[in-house]
């Protein structure tokens, strides 16, 4: 496995169509493997193929086990239907340090396939829907800031977001959250987790 560079907004690989996967052969396999790798060494809970630069249809989702139970690799994943409607902060790793208010579809029901090639339907509601449908989206080549429900405050927040991607390019900035940021998701995850503990018993 290895850690794959994460592109950034205004990289044209993040802005065109992805291609259909045809064939699961051991490219397709040691992507997934460094897809996730990727994800995690960024604590991101979803990352698309065009993210790590390779314009085709994969995407890799772990919303904790709140969500799912399982890190899911989904290949020409597609979303067969939808309920409801949610509004929350949304960020991205292409997109460093962004959190803008996105209107989602509540719940999303998608369709793809694995790695052993199998059509699988995957079922998700809240975070997991929305992650779905940003990473998704990057398949169609939409990053988020075109989604965003606040356009004054995009338009606040974009000319930071490209400082900040010019500082991670030149190298002055680490592209990797902080000891300080991990603690705090670290911490957000334990709550949760207690308090599923309590949603259990
Ligand atoms: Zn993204």
Redesign the pocket.
């Known amino acids: 496995m290895s850690l794959m560079k994460v592109k950034y907004l205004g990289s044209s690989v993040l802005h065109r169509q992805a291609k259909q996967i045809s064939v699961i052969n051991r490219e397709i396999i040691n992507l997934a493997e460094d897809m996730i790798e990727t994800m995690y060494k960024y604590c991101g809970v979803g990352l ?1 193929a065009p ?1 790590v630069g390779v314009s085709k249809q994969m995407i890799v989702v772990d919303c904790g086990e709140k969500y799912q139970k399982e890190t899911y690799i989904l290949i020409n994943p597609k979303i067969v239907s939808h309920k409801g409607t949610q509004i929350d902060d949304e960020g ?3 997109l460093p340090g962004m959190y803008l208010p996105v209107v989602r579809a509540d719940y999303v029901a998608v369709e793809a396939m694995d790695l052993s090639g199998k059509k699988i339907v995957i079922e998700g509601n809240k975070l997991l829907a929305r992650c779905l449908q ?2 998704i989206d ?1 398949l169609n080549g939409k ?2 800031d075109e989604m965003v429900s606040e356009p004054e405050k995009l338009m606040q927040e974009i000319p930071l977001l490209k400082e900040r991607i010019e500082a991670i390019l030149r190298g002055d900035v680490s592209p990797f959250p902080t000891d300080e940021e991990i603690s705090e998701l670290e911490a957000a995850e334990a709550e949760e987790a207690k308090n599923m503990e309590k949603v259990r018993a």
């Open positions: 698309a993210q991205c790793l292409s940003h990473e990057h990053t988020f």
